[in-house]
């Protein structure tokens, strides 16, 4: 299995601000993920963060409102730029170990006014 | 592409009575499958797993079947509890490509005494 924290567990933030939520995981991995959920919604993959090179962002998510950090192989950072009430979701992040299991963190509640 | 379609919900159940999610994916190889379950105000956690045809995935009393000839992964109980209430979601990793999960929508599942 994997432990997985996330900081903050949840947030009120205000539009126009921005939110860097971290992600810590109690072993080293290679890919890292994140996610979000919308209020009533399934997951949805934001981008793929892989350690030492950029991160891989899937379509409707661009770089300048989700930067990624990767700094090593056990931490991760997403930012919520320029938030909206629209941007009010669950983002979690997730890892995958051998075989093809994915573990996900606790998640970070945003709320965006 | 990849993708998996989930019983739509609500689902509301008697305790004890049975209970069936449907479950189907589309994916080019051969995937593993899995089903996720959100308890209300946790985190996303791992019901089972299953990762070729024919094996069953099991846990808490609840199964499912990875059926590649209807290309199936369907979610059963005998006798739910009130405490199996939750969202329930169908998932799959593909063998190729990134190791990401692709999510069904979602089935929110409510037991009542």
């Known amino acids: 299995s994997a432990v997985i924290s996330q900081k903050p567990s949840r947030d009120i933030c205000q539009r126009g601000t921005s939110l860097t939520i971290q992600c810590q995981v109690d072993?080293?991995?290679?890919?890292m993920f994140w996610y979000r959920q919308q209020p009533g919604q399934s997951l949805t993959l934001i981008a793929t963060a892989n350690q030492g090179s950029e991160a891989t962002y899937e379509s409707g998510f661009v770089i300048d409102k989700f930067p990624i950090s990767r700094p090593n192989l056990t931490f991760s950072t997403l930012t919520v730029s320029n938030m909206s009430p629209e941007d009010s979701s669950i983002y979690l992040c997730?890892?995958?170990?051998?075989?093809?299991?994915?573990?996900f963190g606790p998640g970070t509640r945003l709320t965006v006014l | 592409g990849d993708s998996v379609t989930q019983m739509e919900g609500p689902v509301t159940l008697s305790e004890e009575a049975f209970l069936t999610i449907n479950c189907t994916y589309t994916?080019?190889?051969?995937?593993?499958l899995f089903w996720y379950v959100q308890y209300p105000g946790e985190g996303l956690q791992l019901l089972l797993k299953a990762t070729k045809a024919d094996d069953k995935g099991s846990n808490k009393g609840f199964e499912a079947t990875y059926r590649k000839e209807t290309t199936s992964f369907h979610l059963e109980k005998g006798s739910v509890q009130v405490s199996d209430s939750a969202v329930y979601f169908c998932a799959l990793i593909t063998q190729t490509g990134a190791n990401n999960l692709f999510f069904g929508t979602g089935t929110r599942l409510t037991v009542i005494p």
């Open positions: 072993s080293q991995v290679t890919m």
């Open positions: 994916a080019t190889g051969y995937p593993s």
């Open positions: 997730s890892v995958v170990r051998p075989p093809n299991e994915q573990f």
